[in-house]
C-alpha cells in the first residue's frame, strides 16, 4: 500500500512556464485536497475534491486548475508561474471528511 | 471564519523534559481537532483525532488532549527524535469538507 504518491519531487520553472503536478492514492479514498505550505505560514488549501467528476476552490485558489477524473488521481495544473508559487505542494486524501492522509510534497521554485 | 492558534511557536527541551504544546480553536460547532507530526522535507503524519471536550488519546510519549476552546499535545520525558513540527487542525460541523490548519509549533529536543 503505497498511500498517497506526489510527483515529481522538486521542479524549477521559469515565470510563465506550465506544469502539472501529479498525486495518486490507492486506498480508494472519495476526498482529496491540494494544499501549498509557505514558511512560517501553515498549510494553505488551494483546491478539493469530494469524488471523481466534482471539484472546489479552497483558500487560494488563483492561478491553479484541477480535474479529478477518477478516484485515484487528482493532478494539480499551474499555468504561467509565477514567483509568488514558489512553495511546497502537498496532496492528501481521505475516505471522509476527517482524518487526511498526506503524501511527500512536491517543492517547487519559480524563477 | 474558523481560526486556529498555535502556541509556543518554538519549543527547545531537553530530553526527559516534560511539556505540553497548545491549540486554540474558534469554530461554529466543532466535528473533529487532528494533531499532525511533520519532519522537515516531509509530509504531514497523522498522529490523532479528537471529537469531543474530555476526550484523550495517547501515542508512545504524546497525550492529546481536547476542551470546549483547546487542545493540548503533552510530551512525556522526549528524546531527540521527537523533534518535529507538530500541526493542529480542526474541522467544522455541517457539511464542510475542510480541514482549518495552525501555523505549527516546532519541537526541538535537545540530547
Known amino acids: 500500500n503505497a498511500g498517497v504518491t506526489q510527483t515529481p519531487k522538486f521542479r524549477i520553472l521559469k515565470i510563465g512556464q506550465s506544469m502539472t503536478l501529479q498525486c495518486t492514492q490507492d486506498?480508494?479514498?472519495?476526498?482529496m485536497y491540494w494544499y501549498r505550505q509557505d514558511p512560517g505560514m501553515g498549510l494553505k488549501l488551494i483546491y478539493y475534491s469530494v469524488g471523481a467528476g466534482i471539484t472546489d476552490k479552497g483558500e487560494v485558489p488563483n492561478g491553479y486548475n484541477v480535474s479529478r477524473s477518477t478516484t485515484e488521481d487528482f493532478p494539480l495544473r499551474l499555468e504561467l508561474a509565477a514567483p509568488s508559487q514558489t512553495s511546497v505542494y502537498f496532496c492528501?486524501?481521505?475516505?471522509?471528511?476527517?482524518?487526511?492522509?498526506f503524501g511527500p510534497g512536491t517543492r517547487l521554485t519559480v524563477l | 471564519e474558523d481560526q486556529v492558534t498555535q502556541s509556543p511557536e518554538a519549543l527547545r527541551l531537553q530530553e526527559g523534559e516534560s511539556s505540553s504544546l497548545n491549540c486554540s480553536y474558534t469554530v461554529s460547532g466543532l466535528r473533529g481537532l487532528f494533531w499532525y507530526r511533520q519532519d522537515p522535507g516531509k509530509g504531514p503524519e497523522f498522529l490523532f483525532t479528537l471529537y469531543s471536550a474530555g476526550e484523550e488519546k495517547e501515542k508512545e510519549r504524546l497525550k492529546a488532549t481536547l476542551t470546549k476552546k483547546e487542545s493540548f499535545l503533552h510530551i512525556t520525558a522526549p528524546k531527540p527524535e521527537d523533534s518535529a513540527t507538530y500541526l493542529c487542525a480542526v474541522i467544522r460541523k455541517g457539511g464542510s469538507e475542510k480541514l482549518v490548519f495552525g501555523k505549527g509549533t516546532k519541537l526541538t529536543v535537545n540530547p
Open positions: 492528501a486524501s481521505s475516505p471522509i471528511a476527517d482524518t487526511q492522509y
Open positions: 486506498m480508494n479514498h472519495n476526498y
